[in-house]
């Protein structure tokens, strides 16, 4: 006889169902959805996330709209909106992946009256408008529950509603997002800064965005920080991996659960790629880490492949947001978006951490002498700054990156981010090290002056300001971008 299982929802799961699952199949679903499922508490209590002040605002707004929690798998989304449902006095969790029976709800027609008798009957909820907040995880598994968001709105717009998924935009894809009836919030990796609560370091983090510019923290204070960093660069920001460092600071099995996220995602191509295309994405999906802070050419990658068959593949993992572009703009000024070329672009990886496993990196250096080890690994710096600018900046639009690159065959110099900062460009240049060379970022201020007052630099030294140069500790973005982050979350 089969044991009586439970599944990751906590549904129990009696022999005579589950003689009729292939056992390899519900293996693989439990080891896919035990992250997603799993509690995420730490010796430090639950995990705080900057987005849940943002959704704490958005119960609050008198204009909500349904919203749709948009990132890579695994970022956390499911587990944010579970404890935003605590606050609640009823929390009702529907997931169309794991429960298929849901998915058929929305099939038969889109009147969110019926949509809503029938989901109270299933699950046993009673889905009151603004007592209820009704939850849809992977959503795209069913394209017409995505439209039925609209009517939703609509019909009851004092019905609290959230859907996410891990595959969401290929839905949106062929059904659209419903505009002006449905909100987003775009959801990354964790932080430094969600990562400094994490690890109990309330204080320090309060610090990073409280203290008055320039940040400088000198001596024991900025030697700690560069060692949490240190952590942060080889870990990532992938919150099971964060909490298991927490609870048990070891680095074999942190590395093993980054090996598993990685075959996860490896997994994923078949749902969103077509067959011939699979080869080329996993090229590329291997590739991108290896190529930190360089101009991505197609035809620098390992093969004799053209770039009409690795672009679509590109393509695919940005819209499985598992990597993003940092595009070139002549950064004249704002929108920077409006001087870009698509065609010239560097590729980020969404997770530091997992880049750098990919890459088979030796995480000693990093945990013993981070501050050496930081110093001499200029592209990881440079993609966790990137990392950092995405994550900390407003998430009800998607952010985009970009960089500034003048080729000349005497004077040539790249900036590697453009920031948009009120109506001015400031560019910004990582330096891992303590000092080094900032011909690129002189030259642009040189020749933007009236479009950029100053120039950013994060590099291993505390904070300092000279005349319209601005160094901070390469932990500093939060600091930064302070006006971008809300108070009140941790």
Not at 73 to 98: H, M
Not at 238 to 264: F, H, K, Q, S, Y
């Amino acid at each position: 006889m089969f044991p009586v299982l439970t599944s990751p929802a906590g549904n129990s799961i009696d022999s005579a169902t589950l003689s009729h699952v292939h056992w390899l199949e519900f293996a693989t679903s439990i080891v896919k959805n035990r992250l997603a499922y799993g509690t995420r508490l730490c010796k430090y209590g639950p995990m705080k996330r900057i987005i849940d002040q943002y959704l704490r605002d958005w119960k609050q707004r008198p204009d909500r709209k349904a919203l749709m929690l948009r990132g890579a798998r695994q970022v956390g989304k499911t587990y944010a909106v579970r404890a935003f449902g605590k606050t609640y006095d009823e929390f009702a969790e529907i997931n169309l992946e794991l429960n298929p029976e849901y998915a058929r709800v929305f099939k038969a027609n889109l009147d969110p009256r019926r949509i809503l008798r029938e989901l109270r009957l299933m699950t046993g909820r009673r889905l009151l408008p603004g007592q209820s907040l009704l939850f849809i995880d992977e959503i795209q598994q069913e394209p017409l529950a995505v439209s039925a968001l609209r009517y939703l709105h609509e019909n009851m717009p004092d019905m609290h509603v959230i859907a996410a998924g891990s595959l969401l935009e290929f839905a949106l894809d062929r059904v659209g997002l419903p505009v002006g009836r449905v909100a987003s919030l775009h959801m990354y990796p964790m932080t430094f800064l969600e990562f400094l609560v994490a690890r109990g370091e309330r204080p320090i983090a309060e610090h990073l965005l409280d203290a008055p510019p320039p940040l400088s923290l000198d001596g024991p204070v900025h030697e700690k920080l560069l060692r949490l960093a240190g952590e942060f660069l080889v870990l990532g920001g992938l919150p099971e991996v964060v909490a298991a460092w927490i609870e048990r600071e070891d680095p074999n099995r942190c590395g093993e659960i980054l090996d598993m996220l990685a075959t996860a995602y490896r997994q994923d191509f078949q749902k969103y790629a077509k067959r011939h295309q699979i080869k080329y994405v996993d090229l590329v999906f291997n590739e991108v880490p290896a190529r930190m802070g360089r101009k991505f050419k197609y035809d620098a990658l390992p093969g004799s492949w053209k770039a009409r068959e690795l672009a679509p593949a590109l393509d695919l993992l940005c819209k499985a947001s598992v990597v993003h572009r940092v595009t070139h703009s002549a950064g004249n000024g704002i929108p920077l978006k409006a001087e870009s070329d698509p065609a010239r672009f560097k590729a980020l990886f969404f997770d530091v951490g997992l880049a750098q496993r990919i890459m088979g990196a030796d995480i000693k250096p990093w945990l013993l002498d981070p501050a050496g080890t930081i110093n001499n690994a200029g592209p990881v710096v440079e993609a966790f700054i990137g990392q950092e600018l995405l994550a900390c900046g407003r998430p009800w639009i998607a952010p985009e990156l970009y960089y500034w690159h003048r080729e000349a065959r005497a004077s040539n110099a790249e900036v590697d981010y453009l920031l948009p900062i009120g109506n001015v460009v400031v560019p910004v240049e990582v330096k891992s090290g303590a000092t080094g060379r900032l011909r690129s970022l002189r030259a642009f201020l040189d020749e933007k002056r009236g479009a950029a007052p100053y120039g950013i630099r994060f590099c291993g030294q505390p904070g300092s300001v000279h005349n319209d140069l601005h160094s901070y500790p390469i932990y500093a973005v939060p600091h930064v971008l302070r006006s971008q982050i809300p108070r009140g979350w941790f």
